[in-house]
């Protein structure tokens, strides 16, 4: 598969950092772990990939701004083009020996996201996705799930960290859900999330509380392998608002429908 100049730097950058995530991966008791609020960690691991990830990403853009979950944000001298990375999606998992994490690459112009990949190290996964060009995993061709009755479908969520978010309003917005899908997973990786629903392996999902970092690249996946993606309340300020829905045209319609439900009154 000929990939665009693009999104080879972009996969470079992250094949580069897998690798680095891959060996902590393999000692991971060994590594320092700091506490940025309650249930939310850093470790030295994440550190390391944002470091190779800005470094690989600045070398071949040098005017671009760079937003990562793990350093300050570069403003950059051109201003059209800003990357936006999450050196380690799923970094609970990680610490606990779960091979569910990824690095998460997207490129905004002008603020629309454009390119985005997202690489399981842990899998040898690579999705990868350029505006117009389509969604693909690894060489195969991506597109979402043709499911259009919920109770067929399996939708994926998360739940807010520990201090940050509303609990008592996603318990309400699970049990909505819970009443009217096949099935409901929690992975523990937003950015691999939306990577499934791009492959049709979940038929939707829906988080809040979410950074641009989390949700960016899984964006233009999930479009460019045929789905929708709003944020909670059905408009497009995705990045803004924090949250995402996602889906076909139909499930992605009835998620948005189903979360809104009102508190119920018994
Ligand atoms: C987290 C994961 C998780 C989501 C959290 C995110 P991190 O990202 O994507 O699935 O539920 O809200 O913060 O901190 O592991 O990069
Ligand atoms: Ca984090
Ligand atoms: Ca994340
Ligand atoms: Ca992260």
Redesign the pocket.
């Known amino acids: 598969m000929a990939r665009s100049a693009l999104l080879n730097v972009m996969v470079q950058a992250a094949l580069k950092a897998g690798k680095s995530l891959s060996r902590d991966f393999g000692e991971v008791q060994n590594l320092q772990v700091s506490v940025k609020g309650p249930s939310?960690f850093v470790s030295q691991a994440d550190l390391k990939a944002e470091k190779i990830v800005r470094e690989e990403l600045l070398k071949a853009r040098p005017t671009y701004g760079f937003l990562g979950?793990e350093s300050e944000e570069i403003q950059g001298t051109d201003g059209a083009h800003r990357w936006i990375v999450?050196p380690?999606?799923?970094?609970?998992n990680f610490l606990h020996g779960i091979p569910q994490f990824a690095v998460s690459i997207a490129l905004e112009r002008n603020g629309e996201v454009v390119a985005g990949v997202v690489f399981n190290p842990a899998t040898d996964e690579l999705f990868t996705a350029e505006r117009g060009g389509g969604a693909f995993l690894n060489d195969r061709r991506l597109r979402v799930a043709v499911r259009r009755v919920l109770s067929d479908c399996v939708v994926g969520s998360?739940?807010?960290?520990l201090g940050r978010g509303n609990h008592g309003k996603f318990l309400v917005e699970l049990r909505h859900v819970m009443g009217e899908v096949a099935g409901v997973r929690r992975l523990?990786?937003?950015?691999l999330?939306l990577a499934y629903v791009a492959a049709g392996r979940f038929d939707g999902f829906w988080?809040t509380?979410?950074?641009p970092w989390?949700m960016a690249a899984g964006m233009v996946l999930i479009r460019e392998a045929g789905g929708f993606v709003s944020d909670m309340k059905g408009s497009s300020d995705i990045f803004d608002s924090g949250s995402i829905v996602a889906g076909n045209e139909y499930v992605q319609k009835a998620l948005l429908e189903v979360t809104n439900r009102p508190v119920p009154t018994r």
Do not use: F, K, N, Q
């Open positions: 939310d979950e999450d380690l999606d799923g970094t609970t998360g739940v807010p960290h523990g990786a937003a950015a999330d988080e509380d979410l950074s989390d």
